[in-house]
């Protein structure tokens, strides 16, 4: 088990978490109380008219809910959960059953009947996503079992678990695979493999692997003779060298199941389950992360970084997710994927969330307009739950989610992946200590680590230095530190490791560079390009811009930057090789603003004019139009998009 760590964040982040917590946290289960009595009335005709996925809502909020209280401590929101998980944990049938379906349609991911209390244009029968929302369910619960001990909350998942597995483990007839929906509703196998992990019981396990054998399963055959994949396959075409985004079934509920890989790593030690897993995780970031760090176009994987359709809150989660797991199952060289994170944090996440908390976005869109999930998916919304969706009870995950990339600890090690106002607490060497940043991150590159062990300690603090920072420099107690020796290089996209006796008040002083970094699009960005400070994306918001504003702000209207506008030319990815002349951009207050952004920068167009971009994360928050993807009059000369995986060939056939 990983050392457990104490956070208190400030600065922009803990302003969100606080917003999240106070608007919408401790408010949804009230002001939308179907989210659990869906479950109490699941057999009492008339039948509710539900989405397929309404089992999914409370477990999504409850996974939100308690990885936001890691990072919280928020007394209020800990005595709401404990009633919460109580209600819940009591409306279990007898058999283990936790969805809102009525007894004959328990874990058969079909319905017999429809909904006769709402109009309900569906006919008598549809499928639905039961399993899936059991997974979502238990997931919540052996969160909050990892932070309490609740012998409750463990008994439910177990109880649930056992049900999967008299259903569906073995010879049985239909299998899970065999049901609607597989990209949803083999999402089970993370929760098993985790079960399995934490009690030991044999048959968790075998269902979770029974689940990944299934996987590959094949139906009848289609129009081309060839039998039809009924699930993605997910481990034999990631070893095979694909990349998620050809292979069956690729839409983004798939990453639940495929984290699966990560926990049968863990318990067998099979190499493979590794290795299909890194794979997915490389070709998602070589293929499908769009340039706000966010994941899926039209809620799959398209090979296509640039297509424009919807990308959805959910798949962003799940793609955080992932990465998570990524981050947990890499050595220390790993430190790319913390950078990942990161982009899609303070980009997607933040982007995703109105700053007072009460809403997020179904779509967080490259360029465009965001607009609050209640509206743009209002279809989801049902009497007694007229505020939830999938979106809804998902989107305070990625925030609550720091709390697993933050910072990872051992008993003598401690990495340190998030920079911003706040301060650690985790046992080390045998003690407690306290590490505080004193620092402005990300609007600026200079942190102050104040070291503070209760008595002298050896231990060991791994700093994260991001790809773009190509100028780091790093001084111990006002010491610049030597960056000559092979072991000891600041060195971009790699951790930084400092091993010695630390003393009651050692300070680190970290300078990252945070000068631009650029991104030149392809196929529908074709002939854009994306400007980068630091891990905040740029972008252009008719808020800040009303002397130069078009209507809809498409390509051919938008007004030109000049190439020299930031007088910086530096590639996006890989790390840069161009060595040339910097000066940095004018940061500036926001002009008349009661809501200003967090970061505005100055520049003018080709033909003069003044032009603010702000971060990625504060675009479009008043209803105005914006872009990321942005002319210039002779983009930057940039190494074509491409973060593969250098030790992974991914077989992209073009599509």
């Given at each position: 088990m990983p050392t457990p760590i104490h956070f208190d964040l400030r600065g922009w982040v803990g302003q969100y978490l606080q917003a999240v917590t106070d608007q919408w946290l401790l408010i949804a289960p009230q002001a939308n109380p179907a989210m659990l009595e869906i479950f109490a009335d699941r057999d009492t005709p008339p039948y509710?008219?539900?989405?397929?996925?309404?089992?999914?809502?409370?477990?999504k909020y409850l996974t939100s809910a308690v990885l936001t209280l890691r990072l919280t401590n928020d007394r209020r929101l800990k005595s709401w959960l404990e009633q919460f998980v109580q209600r819940l944990v009591s409306?279990?049938?007898?058999?283990?059953?936790?969805?809102?379906?009525?007894?004959?349609?328990?874990?058969?991911?079909?319905?017999?009947?429809h909904g006769q209390n709402g109009t309900d244009p569906r006919p008598a029968g549809f499928a639905t996503w039961d399993t899936w929302g059991h997974y979502h369910i238990m997931t919540g619960l052996l969160l909050w079992y990892e932070d309490t001990a609740d012998a409750k909350a463990l008994d439910c998942v177990c109880r649930m678990a056992d049900l999967i597995c008299e259903k569906y483990l073995g010879a049985r007839q239909p299998r899970l695979v065999d049901t609607p929906f597989t990209e949803m509703n083999l999402a089970p196998v993370h929760a098993l493999a985790r079960l399995h992990w934490l009690t030991g019981v044999p048959r968790y396990l075998q269902m979770a692997l029974q689940i990944v054998d299934e996987f590959a399963a094949r139906g009848a055959p289609g129009a081309d003779g060839q039998p039809v994949p009924l699930a993605g396959d997910y481990l034999n075409e990631a070893l095979a060298g694909h990349a998620l985004y050809q292979m069956p079934r690729p839409r983004w509920e798939s990453l639940h199941a495929i984290m699966g890989l990560v926990e049968l790593y863990r318990i067998t030690g099979e190499e493979r389950y590794r290795r299909a897993f890194e794979n997915i995780w490389w070709s998602i970031v070589e293929f499908d992360r769009h340039n706000n760090g966010g994941f899926s176009s039209g809620e799959q994987a398209t090979g296509n970084p640039y297509h424009q359709g919807a990308i959805e809150t959910c798949c962003t989660i799940a793609w955080l997710a992932l990465s998570v797991e990524m981050l947990h199952l890499?050595?220390?060289?790993?430190?790319?994927?913390?950078?990942?994170?990161?982009?899609?944090?303070?980009?997607?996440?933040?982007?995703?969330?109105?700053?007072?908390?009460?809403?997020?976005?179904?779509?967080?869109?490259?360029?465009?307009?965001?607009?609050?999930?209640?509206?743009?998916?209002?279809?989801?919304?049902?009497?007694?739950?007229?505020?939830?969706?999938?979106?809804?009870?998902?989107?305070?995950?990625?925030?609550?989610?720091?709390?697993?990339?933050?910072?990872?600890?051992?008993?003598?090690?401690?990495?340190?992946?998030?920079?911003?106002?706040?301060?650690l607490e985790s046992i080390l060497a045998g003690q407690v200590v306290q590490i505080r940043q004193e620092t402005e991150y990300p609007a600026q590159g200079r942190i102050v680590l104040h070291?503070?062990?209760?008595?002298?300690?050896?231990?060991?603090?791994?700093?994260?230095?991001?790809?773009?920072?190509?100028?780091?420099?790093?001084?111990?107690?006002?010491?610049?530190?030597?960056?000559?020796?092979?072991?000891?290089r600041l060195q971009a996209g790699q951790y930084y490791s400092l091993a010695r006796l630390w003393q009651p008040g050692d300070q680190l002083e970290l300078e990252l560079d945070m000068a631009l970094h650029y991104w030149s699009g392809e196929k529908?960005?074709?002939?854009?390009?994306?400007?980068?400070?630091?891990?905040?994306?740029?972008?252009?918001?008719?808020?800040?811009?009303?002397?130069?504003?078009?209507?809809?702000?498409?390509?051919?209207?938008?007004?030109?930057?000049?190439?020299?506008?930031?007088?910086?030319?530096?590639?996006?990815?890989?790390v840069p090789t161009l060595d040339m002349q910097q000066t940095a951009p004018s940061v500036c207050p926001a002009p008349d603003d009661w809501h200003p952004p967090f970061l505005l920068i100055e520049t003018r167009t080709a033909d003069g004019q003044q032009v603010f971009l702000c971060d990625f994360a504060s675009a479009g928050h008043t209803g105005t139009l914006y872009r990321s993807w942005l002319p210039l009059t002779q983009p930057p000369a940039v190494v074509p998009f491409s973060r593969a995986n250098p030790l992974r060939t991914v077989k992209n056939t073009g599509q």
């Open positions: 509710r008219n539900l989405m397929p996925w309404a089992g999914e809502f409370a477990g409306l279990q049938a007898e058999d283990g059953y936790l969805g809102p379906w009525p007894t004959a349609a328990r874990l058969t991911n079909f319905s017999p009947y890499q050595d220390a060289a790993a430190s790319i994927v913390a950078d990942e994170i990161e982009l899609a944090t303070l980009n997607s996440v933040l982007g995703m969330h109105s700053i007072c908390g009460r809403w997020a976005t179904y779509n967080t869109p490259m360029d465009g307009a965001r607009f609050a999930s209640a509206h743009s998916i209002v279809f989801q919304s049902r009497s007694g739950s007229p505020e939830l969706n999938c979106c809804s009870v998902n989107s305070p995950r990625g925030l609550g989610m720091i709390s697993q990339w933050a910072a990872l600890a051992s008993a003598d090690a401690i990495t340190i992946n998030y920079y911003g106002p706040g301060s070291i503070q062990p209760q008595a002298a300690a050896h231990f060991t603090l791994r700093l994260r230095i991001p790809y773009w920072s190509r100028s780091t420099v790093l001084r111990l107690n006002g010491q610049e530190l030597d960056n000559r020796g092979t072991d000891h529908e960005c074709a002939g854009l390009t994306s400007i980068f400070r630091g891990p905040l994306l740029l972008a252009y918001d008719q808020r800040y811009n009303r002397a130069v504003s078009l209507a809809g702000l498409a390509p051919d209207q938008f007004p030109v930057l000049p190439d020299d506008c930031f007088k910086i030319g530096r590639e996006h990815l890989p």
